[in-house]
């Protein structure tokens, strides 16, 4: 049993679990994005050149999580104690999405949300999109600061 489910309405269609993913598709249509759906547990659009991912899974129904991944590659020749410093900073300043090293040395960002009964899946979406973007855009001036004050000192 899930951990929300006392707090849902039994046979709501407002959260009804096959939804989900439907909603995010039709929220990201609707806000110019080209969604895609990619399995039965993702849905991928574009930001510009960033890839990102919404994840949901009908067996976890109370837990969607956006994520967008990049390569170790994609940020140059900083060292890996730099990067772990830009995503320790960035998960302590930047509340609403969190910045990690994976398994294969590759950047991840993610922005989860749980989801009880009555939330407006296009809405939070959106904002959940937002949060994303923003935690990119604050590791990236992070990691830019963090390289400069290297430089100096």
Not at 32 to 44: I, N, Y
Not at 50 to 55: A, K, M
Request: glycine letters at 8%.
């Amino acid at each position: 049993m899930s951990f929300f489910d006392k707090f849902k309405k039994q046979g709501s269609a407002a959260f009804a679990p096959s939804m989900v993913l439907p909603a995010v598709m039709e929220a990201l249509t609707e806000a110019g994005f080209s969604p895609v759906r990619e399995s039965a547990t993702l849905v991928k659009y574009a930001e510009g050149s960033v890839l990102s991912y919404f994840c949901y899974r009908e067996d976890e129904p109370d837990f969607l999580m956006a994520q967008a991944n990049f390569e170790r590659g994609a940020f140059g020749t900083e060292e890996e104690l730099l990067l772990l410093r830009a995503c320790a900073k960035t998960n302590c300043l930047q509340k609403a999405g969190k910045a990690y090293i994976d398994e294969q040395g590759d950047l991840s960002f993610t922005v989860e949300n749980f989801l009880p009964w009555g939330t407006p899946i296009g809405l939070l979406t959106l904002y959940m999109r937002k949060a994303l973007a923003s935690t990119i855009a604050f590791f990236h001036e992070t990691l830019q600061g963090l390289a400069e004050e290297a430089k100096v000192g």
